[in-house]
Each structure stands twice: as C-alpha cells, then as structure tokens.
C-alpha cells in the first residue's frame, strides 16, 4: 500500500499540530499513541494505527523532556512506526524499530532550534527593556512557526517522497536482521516502562506491582480491562482505608482538645 500526496499532506498538517503542541507542551496530543491513532484513520488503516499507537507509546512511556534535554521525538515515531507498517506490511514491534531513526533525526532538529533560537534572545531583551509585549509575543510566535514548519516538511519528506526508498530498505532486508527488529520492537516498551518505574516507583507501591505482575503473567485475560478495573478497586480501597484513619485522628485530636489537652499553659 501507498501513501498518496493527499494523505501526504494530511499527514503533514497533523504533524505541525502535534509539533506545536509538543513544543508548548499543552494538550498532550503529541503522544505516540495519539498521534498514531490519528496516522491510521488518515491512511484508512485505523487497527494498525492503534496497534501501533500502543507499542510505541510504551516504549516512550519514560521518555519526557526535562529542562533543555530532548528524548526521542515522539510524533515522528508515531507517524513513521504507522507509514512504514501501512506501506511495508511490517509487524507493529519491528516497524516501531524502524521509526527510531526518524524520531532521531527530528530530535536532533529540535536541538538545533533550540541552539539557533539563540538569536532572538537580543531582540526578547530589547522588548522586555522597552516595556513591549507584542515584541515578546512576536519572537514567541516566528520561533514556534519555524518549529511547526519544520515538523510539516519532515514528515512529508519522509512518510511521503521516501516511502518507496523505506520500501525498497524493507524487502532488501535479511530475515534475520527483520525479525531484530522485530525482536528489539518488542523488548523497547519493557525498557520504557523501566525508565519509567525508575522515576515513580516507591517501595509502598511495591505489593500493587507484584499483583499486578503476576495477573498480566499468569492470568488469561483477553485484554487488560478486568486487570484496570482491579487497579481501580485497590486504589479505592487505598484511599477509604486513608481518609477513614484521617478522621479517626481528627477524632481524636478533638476529643482531646474538648478534654482540656492542649490548653496553653505553663505546665506548673
């Protein structure tokens, strides 16, 4: 399958939405699992947009930019992880594998901008010295543009005019280096969800882990909806647990303050 110059063009105006907003970071529609889904209802291939949306983004669950530093791109990944597998018919894992170096290529644009925006910071200063806000805005908004304009070429450029050279790649590909690719696809969103436990985990959450651990392994579930809905009661349970001891305490520091404890007095 192709992609078409109007699906092309689609592919690029999702891409200059996306950009903006991973650049402000507002609405979180930048993420793989957004990003891929929207991929395949403008291929006309939604399952494998979602297939792909999910693998991707638990790969990049751990991965977030902090301060000047820039992970992976996220929206090339998505929409590449997406075009290769419409195009090439590669399995979700390995065609999440070969997006990598296109979310690589637009992290390495990124930085560049952020390099290369340093010319504006004599024009920011002169404004802000000049009490002129629309001058700041102005920057704000040319910066943003070149970003949103660079987002839409890249992703014409490569789910577009290189489809047929990422085609061609795929087919001269070996077995064995395609089933890699397969293989690293599919150990990348452990990896991700280590990055991630090794921000959030702390040992208190450890016997919600281990449960949850063992009903993914052992359990057949279909799908992972009984195992949310298990999260959800022990969450709750959690938190009743908590406020009834919260007011057990509150409780107990009243009647004591009703009993005279507390009274400020010397002591003698």
Same mark, same amino acid.
Not at 57 to 67: K, V
Not at 83 to 95: D, K, N, Q, R, V
Not at 104 to 129: N, T
């Given at each position: ?26 609405? +979180?529609?930048?993420? %793989? ?15 494998? !947009? ?8 638990? &790969? $990049?669950? @751990?991965?977030?930019?902090? @301060?000047?530093?820039? %992970? %992976?791109? *996220?929206?090339?990944? =998505? ?5 290769? &597998? ?14 990598? *170096? ?9 930085? $560049? ?8 910071? !004599? ?6 010295? /000049? ?13 943003? =543009?070149?970003?949103? #304009?660079? +987002? ?9 005019? &290189? ?11 070996? /077995?064995? #280096? ?10 990348? *969103? ?14 208190? +959450?450890? %016997? ?14 279909? /799908?992972?909806? *009984?195992?949310?809905?298990? @999260?959800?009661? #022990? &969450?709750?349970?959690? +938190? ?18 009703? @009993? =005279?404890? =507390? ?6």
């Amino acid at each position: 399958m192709e992609v078409t110059l109007g699906q092309g063009v689609a592919l690029a105006i999702m891409a200059v939405i996306c950009g903006i907003d991973f650049w402000l970071e507002g609405l +979180y529609i930048f993420r %793989p699992i957004i990003v891929a889904t929207i991929t395949g209802i403008i291929l006309g291939d939604l399952v494998t !947009g979602l297939v792909c949306g999910g693998v991707t983004e638990l &790969a $990049f669950a @751990g991965l977030t930019p902090a @301060g000047g530093t820039q %992970p %992976p791109n *996220p929206v090339l990944a =998505g929409v590449m992880s997406v075009a290769i &597998a419409h195009t090439t018919g590669t399995e979700a894992a390995g065609a999440m594998a070969l997006a990598l *170096p296109f979310s690589f290529l637009m992290q390495y644009i990124i930085l $560049f901008c952020y390099s290369a925006f340093s010319v504006f910071m !004599g024009k920011a200063d002169e404004a802000a010295r /000049n009490a002129s806000p629309n001058g700041v805005v102005r920057i704000n908004l040319v910066c943003t =543009g070149i970003v949103a #304009l660079l +987002y839409g070429v890249v992703v014409f450029l490569c789910a577009f005019v &290189a489809q047929d050279a990422m085609k061609s790649l795929v087919e001269a590909m070996p /077995n064995w #280096l395609s089933n890699g690719f397969t293989v690293a696809g599919g150990i990348l *969103p452990a990896v991700g969800f280590a990055m991630l436990l090794n921000v959030m985990f702390k040992k208190d +959450y450890l %016997p919600f882990l281990l449960i949850g651990f063992v009903m993914a392994s052992f359990l057949g579930f279909s /799908n992972l909806l *009984p195992e949310a809905i298990i @999260g959800v009661a #022990l &969450a709750l349970l959690i +938190y009743t647990i908590d406020d009834a001891r919260d007011k057990e305490i509150k409780k107990a520091i009243a009647e004591a303050k009703a @009993g =005279g404890w =507390g009274d400020e007095e010397d002591g003698i």
